[in-house]
């Protein structure tokens, strides 16, 4: 009886507080998960036989080098070099603490993402397994690269990606619970294949299995979107922004359009409902 009545607290405390709507969302998220309805929608894909048919675009317009270095000073450059070659070195540092191992590998066996919802499989705070496979780092790679040319920076982003690949099957393990995640990575992904575009490194057998993951990533986000929009936060953000990312990297894809409309339909809304008009965000915290 007193499960019952914290069960049914916490019920009317989630009412009062995320409303009808984001209640109702989640509802409807938790009946995909229980009745295996996103096990069936993203299952993961055999291996391709063939080359990958689909070619990755540019999805931004790069700064100009000497402006960038300009904006940096002596002093970001010493720092930004400083970082990509920890980060070439096997270091990353995450939460901008103190470098530590870069590791992208799921610490036990994996399974379908839809196992971890709501079980933690021993793997204890997953920030930690997600954060470096956001490949938030790639960013800083990148910005080293346009600046100097060092080809050891797409070099390494190369060797981490294949491990990431290797480690993290599409749709299994803790690295695709989250489909803002996932947005993000597919985000981190797109930039550096653009990045990286005409290093020898980025061979077209590469470049292809990149695109490849991309259309993965971005499988991934629609079937259970209404997740993000029950949180109403910058999980709908992200996860907007990566399905217009994809749609943008891969717009041969025949689901780019569908990701594009889907993309622009709820960046639009975040935009609309979740900053006042004085650009306050609906989250309040400082981190937002």
């Known amino acids: 009886m007193h499960r019952i009545l914290n069960n049914v607290h916490l019920a009317l405390k989630a009412l009062r507080e995320l409303g009808p709507l984001q209640l109702s969302l989640f509802a409807i998220y938790q009946l995909g998960l229980h009745s295996g309805h996103y096990l069936r929608t993203t299952p993961s894909p055999s291996p391709a036989s063939q080359p990958y048919p689909y070619h990755l675009r540019p999805v931004i317009s790069l700064p100009n080098p000497d402006v960038l270095r300009t904006l940096l000073g002596e002093n970001g450059l010493s720092a930004l070099h400083l970082e990509a070659n920890e980060i070439v070195s096997g270091q990353v540092r995450l939460f901008g603490a103190k470098p530590v191992p870069l590791d992208l590998t799921p610490p036990a066996t994996i399974h379908h993402w839809t196992a971890y919802e709501g079980h933690e499989h021993g793997l204890g705070d997953l920030k930690y397994i997600w954060e470096p496979t956001r490949f938030g780092w790639a960013f800083t790679l990148g910005r080293a690269y346009w600046l100097n040319g060092d080809e050891r920076y797409p070099e390494a982003f190369w060797r981490y990606f294949e491990t990431f690949q290797d480690a993290n099957p599409p749709y299994l393990g803790p690295n ?67 399905l217009y990312t994809a749609a943008a990297a891969i717009p041969d894809h025949p689901s780019s359009g569908q990701w594009r409309r889907l993309g622009w339909r709820w960046l639009n809304h975040a935009f609309q409902h979740q900053f006042t008009p004085n650009g306050a965000y609906c989250q309040h915290s400082t981190n937002y």
């Open 176 to 242: 695709w619970l989250s489909a803002q995640e996932v947005a993000i990575r597919l985000c981190s992904f797109a930039f550096a294949a653009q990045v990286f575009a005409d290093s020898p490194h980025s061979t077209p057998a590469r470049l292809s299995l990149l695109a490849e993951s991309l259309a993965h990533h971005a499988t991934r986000i629609p079937p259970a979107l209404v997740y993000a929009r029950a949180q109403h936060n910058n999980h709908l953000v992200s996860e907007a922004l990566g």
